[in-house]
């Protein structure tokens, strides 16, 4: 069975940097690209950037250029997203998804907190 | 950035009924198109990929139809358990995009 499990959620003071995992079991890791994307309180899907993990190719939109890093760990199943300075309006849940095509499996979501 | 636009916004719908949902891409996309279900406090869940492919477990009253930029998602007899919110998005040019939904909601 495919599962891929994030880390808990975090409540984070402003200015402070953040990494979030999302461990994955049941297939092959290094063959399919794993995606973050972000859903913002009451608002739509935003996909942020994947990665492949065999290769470590990293894509991002450009709306997180930057503002993000997405890494893996090959040899723990992993995949992170980090930040190194939070905001306020980096409040939101995060979720990582295997494209299997399409985002066949993903995560329970990590719910990010942002404040003073 | 391939822009994709979803339409309605809210589409209010009698259990029962037909419901139909359009995905427009700024650009073609080919086949490269992909649907999702989303329900309060749940994580997203594939309904369609390619376009017109089924997920597994995904019950036959969905259904995908669409290439290049004009894509439909179509709910034969919508269950009580239908009401959600869909998203369209494609996987066939960086950066992946979502469109912003649409709400399915009871009439």
């Known amino acids: 069975e495919v599962q891929l499990v994030q880390s808990g959620a975090e409540v984070i003071e402003p200015g402070e940097s953040l990494k979030i995992s999302c461990q994955v079991s049941g297939y092959s890791f290094n063959n399919y690209w794993i995606a973050w994307v972000r859903q913002m309180p009451g608002k739509g899907l935003e996909w942020m950037g994947a990665i492949y993990p065999r290769d470590s190719d990293t894509k991002y939109s450009p709306s997180f250029q930057g503002q993000v890093i997405i890494s893996a760990d090959k040899s723990i199943n992993t995949a992170y997203l980090q930040w190194n300075t939070l905001q306020a309006s980096d409040t939101a849940m995060y979720y990582c998804?295997?494209?299997?095509?399409?985002?066949?499996?993903w995560g329970q979501g990590t719910l990010v907190t942002v404040s003073s | 950035e391939i822009v994709m636009t979803q339409s309605p916004a809210t589409l209010s719908v009698s259990p029962g009924e037909r419901a139909t949902l359009s995905c427009r891409a700024s650009k073609s996309v080919s086949s490269s198109l992909a649907w999702y279900q989303q329900k309060p406090g749940q994580a997203p869940r594939l309904l369609i990929s390619?376009?017109?492919t089924r997920a597994t477990g995904i019950p036959a009253r969905f259904s995908g139809s669409g290439s290049g930029t004009e894509f439909t998602l179509t709910v034969s007899s919508l269950q009580s358990e239908d009401f959600a919110v869909y998203y369209c998005?494609?996987?066939?040019?960086?950066?992946?995009?979502f469109g912003q939904g649409t709400k399915v909601e009871i009439k």
């Open positions: 390619g376009a017109s």
């Open positions: 998005q494609q996987y066939n040019n960086w950066p992946w995009t």
């Open positions: 998804a295997r494209h299997g095509p399409g985002l066949d499996s």
